[in-house]
């Protein structure tokens, strides 16, 4: 008699793991569901993962950028590197002229090309400022370029537009289009500071 209780205890407590199992099954597979049918993407584990990433580009021993990222994330198949909180230094003959900062970004770390989005912010070490939502970097032609609405800064002189074409050192600088001008001292502020000094992908 001693023998049968135990056998259905047993048997009740074994039930129960397998009703409890399949109870939890259930509630994944309703969780999954319901992702699928509010379209929200299901969250993908990067393949790797870096804290304090830094990436330098030199040409013939010479340094020309420093892309630093407080967390970078990679992700199997995509050459794009996703990037938090960027700081990018710019340089000219190995001596340092701007620094960019943005609350994220892409590098593409085939061809460096990068890609920032987010309270991009770039300053000379003269003073120059120039403020974006966002901003592409092409590494070949050491231009920056967006379609977006831009603030220039120079001293007291201000100017705005949409759509951008420039030089990291701010020296050339083109807005597109809808492009207006504060000057203080009543002097034109033209919206091509300078010709580009790139040729064939390098700086003079």
Same mark, same amino acid.
């Given at each position: ?8 205890? $047993? ?16 509630? #994944? ?15 993908? @584990?990067?393949?790797?993962?870096? $804290? ?8 013939? !021993?010479?340094?020309? +950028? ?11 198949? #995509? %050459?794009?590197?996703?990037?938090? &909180? ?16 943005? &609350? ?12 920032? +989005? ?8 003269? !003073?120059? @400022?120039?403020?974006?939502? #966002?901003?592409? $970097?092409?590494?070949? =032609? ?8 831009? %603030? $220039?800064?120079?001293? =007291?002189?201000?100017? =705005? ?15 597109? %289009? ?11 502020? =033209?919206? #091509?500071?300078? @010709?580009? @000094? ?7």
């Amino acid at each position: 008699m001693t023998v049968n209780r135990r056998t259905q205890s $047993f048997a009740v407590a074994a039930a129960l793991c397998l009703l409890l199992l399949a109870v939890s099954a259930c509630e #994944q597979d309703t969780e999954l569901a319901s992702s699928t049918a509010t379209g929200e993407p299901v969250a993908e @584990k990067p393949a790797q993962q870096f $804290f304090d990433y830094r990436l330098i580009e030199s040409n013939a !021993g010479i340094k020309q +950028w420093v892309l630093q990222s407080a967390e970078m994330q990679k992700f199997t198949g #995509q %050459r794009d590197a996703i990037l938090f &909180d960027v700081h990018m230094d710019f340089f000219q003959d190995g001596e340092h002229f701007s620094v960019l900062t943005a &609350d994220s970004g892409r590098a593409n770390l085939h061809t460096k090309n990068i890609h920032t +989005w987010g309270n991009v912010v770039i300053i000379t070490d003269d !003073g120059r @400022k120039l403020e974006t939502e #966002q901003l592409y $970097f092409n590494n070949e =032609t050491e231009l920056i370029h967006n379609d977006v609405f831009n %603030r $220039f800064t120079r001293q =007291t002189d201000i100017m =705005t537009g949409m759509g951008l074409e420039a030089t990291p050192d701010l020296e050339y600088i083109e807005l597109k %289009r809808d492009v207006q001008a504060e000057v203080a001292d009543g002097s034109e502020l =033209t919206s #091509q500071a300078a @010709k580009p @000094k790139n040729s064939e992908g390098g700086q003079n």
